[in-house]
């Protein structure tokens, strides 16, 4: 069964910076592009940064110069580092994986899924 692990959350003070982690099994990892998504309490699912199979990387708006998306493709593992980290980046952090997603950051375009890692962002 295809699975994805993230770790590397945790609690930090505002402006200190994260490194979480994704690892993936029992799928063909480079055939499949990874996000990054996160959901706040009562807030919808937002997606923040895509890596294609060949490595292009695709950045929200929002977060474009803060954070920074990656993949080791030999770890079948991919990144996220986040920097200058914001109480309002408090969240739950989601990786997710799918051949051909039709919407980068639409959680719907995903079959594959992680548990999550908590992030807590206090000032």
């Known amino acids: 069964q295809a699975q994805l692990t993230e770790s590397g959350g945790g609690s930090v003070q505002a402006g200190e910076s994260l490194r979480l982690s994704c690892a993936a099994s029992?799928?063909?990892?480079?055939?499949?592009?990874t996000t990054w998504f996160r959901q706040a309490p009562g807030r919808a699912r937002e997606g923040l940064a895509t890596i294609h199979t060949d490595g292009r990387t695709y950045y929200a708006d929002s977060e474009k110069g803060r954070i920074t998306i990656s993949r080791d493709n030999t770890e079948n593992t991919a990144y996220l580092q986040m920097n200058s980290l914001k109480p309002e980046d408090t969240a739950m952090y989601y990786c997710a994986a799918d051949p051909s997603p039709w919407e980068f950051f639409y959680s719907g375009a995903y079959k594959i899924w992680g548990r999550g890692t908590q992030v807590t962002v206090s000032s």
């Open positions: 029992n799928y063909p990892y480079t055939d499949y592009y």
